[in-house]
């Protein structure tokens, strides 16, 4: 009997002591595993503040349950440079490199504690600035502006500021943030808003897929596709329509609303999404030009009297097989005119109404795009200004536009472009076109294709 007791007390002993060494692990990992921070007393660095603020914000995610994922484009880089996410035996390699902001982006259909979590914020000694401005989910041609939603939340401690960049769905199904707008009574001293990574304009992006790791020790979310994530903040640039201007001009020439305009304002709609799906699929990118261009421009919808699509790709991101996947998606290719190293020009027609697709060419800092007359073989170039691409919307999809909209409308239609024109030739109207020789005869069968 004294030997079953005696071997009982051994294995609570031992049980005891396995607990124990559990407890001592896991409070090493949570507080004695951060190399950088044991420092000798009095000796505190400005990554050790960093670090703190960092992980004392995270906290308060955690505690309010909020879907928000590391942003930051200088801690990100570090990640995929690093090709591993850092651990605590490697000491604080991300978050603390001196930098005065550390970017996350927040879901903000999630934002329903905000009264709380800045109630929480404030007793953690954080000071709040938050920037508000419309939600462009409800502005329109009808309505102006749209209720005041919160935008970028600013929280300062220890001298660190964390931006949260709030990520509206909109009907594109694409995330939207907005601009940094500072009000005259605004601190200016606040943050280094010059400086800060997000918010100079407003931008679009794909919603990315999202991972819990550790960085620096601490459990952060990230995107699945970090590479791909910065680089659409290269090109996240986002463009509102002109709602403004819009209205003024229909009020001026009213829209036409005869059932022919509203079926071909449904059929471009429709086929406007399906060349953006398309072209996403192949990672091609893509804007919207001609017409449907200045459309959006001028009053944020299609033109009706226009009767088609219109977009541009550069010849850089030419693929093979975009005709193939075109017609996969049930259009029909109409013509094909010009040659991959000179003037090509793609049409494909789906329900009567005509897409479009003109491919163009840089030439310094010029760019332009060809047009074929096909039954004379006339040539015809069409210069426009250098450019760069934005997103904008338009007729709820998500699309590319010069992000020098106003140079690239004038080029196309002169000084006068915000007056409609019904009489329109496509060789002799446009400002910016010019004769560009003759295809020669022997290659026409080649190089002048109609379906």
Not at 265 to 278: M, P, Q, V, W
Not at 330 to 336: D, E, F, P
Not at 374 to 389: D, N
């Amino acid at each position: 009997m004294a030997r079953v007791k005696r071997t009982a007390l051994l294995w609570l002993l031992l049980a005891s002591s396995c607990l124990f060494l559990l407890f001592q692990l896991l409070h090493y990992r949570k507080y004695d595993s951060k190399p950088l921070l044991r420092r000798t007393p009095g000796h505190v660095t400005a990554s050790d503040l960093q670090w703190q603020t960092v992980k004392t914000f995270l906290h308060l995610v955690r505690r309010f349950r909020l879907p928000l994922f590391l942003a930051d484009p200088f801690a990100l880089g570090l990640l995929t440079a690093d090709g591993q996410r850092s651990s605590p035996e490697s000491g604080c390699a991300i978050l603390c490199r001196g930098r005065a902001v550390t970017a996350f982006g927040l879901l903000a259909d999630a934002w329903t504690y905000n009264t709380a979590f800045l109630s929480a914020a404030e007793q953690k000694g954080f000071e709040a600035l938050e920037l508000r401005g419309d939600d462009p989910r409800l502005a329109g041609l009808d309505l102006l502006s749209g209720e005041d939603v919160p935008l970028h939340l600013l929280l300062r401690l220890r001298g660190h500021v964390i931006q949260v960049v709030f990520l509206y769905k909109r009907s594109g199904n694409y995330l939207w943030h907005g601009p940094m707008r500072l009000k005259a009574d605004t601190d200016r001293d606040f943050a280094p808003f010059a400086t800060m990574d997000f918010g100079r304009y407003a931008g679009a992006y794909n919603r990315p897929r999202l991972v819990l790791t550790v960085v620096d020790g601490l459990d952060v979310a990230v995107p699945r596709n970090i590479s791909g994530f910065l680089a659409e903040r290269g090109r996240a640039r986002f463009l509102e329509c002109r709602y403004r201007d819009a209205r003024r001009f229909l009020q001026l020439y009213p829209d036409d609303n005869t059932p022919q305009a509203l079926d071909f304002g449904n059929k471009a709609k429709s086929l406007l999404r399906l060349a953006a799906e398309t072209l996403a699929r192949l990672h091609v990118p893509f804007w919207i030009s001609s017409g449907t261009c200045l459309g959006w421009f001028r009053q944020c919808s299609f033109i009706a009297y226009s009767r088609d699509v219109d977009i541009g790709i550069f010849i850089d991101d030419f693929r093979p097989d975009i005709i193939s996947a075109f017609q996969e998606a049930g259009l029909s290719l109409k013509h094909k005119f010009g040659k991959v190293e000179d003037s090509l020009e793609l049409s494909f027609v789906r329900d009567g109404v005509k897409l479009d697709i003109f491919f163009f060419y840089r030439d310094g800092d010029l760019t332009w795009n060809g047009g074929t007359q096909a039954k004379s073989g006339r040539k015809f170039k069409y210069w426009f200004p250098g450019f760069s691409l934005c997103w904008a919307e338009l007729a709820e999809v998500r699309v590319g536009v010069p992000c020098e909209t106003l140079d690239y409308v004038t080029a196309n239609y002169g000084e006068a472009w915000s007056v409609p024109q019904r009489t329109w030739d496509w060789k002799t109207s446009p400002s910016n076109v010019q004769e560009n020789g003759v295809w020669p005869p022997s290659q026409w069968e080649e190089l002048i294709q109609v379906y």
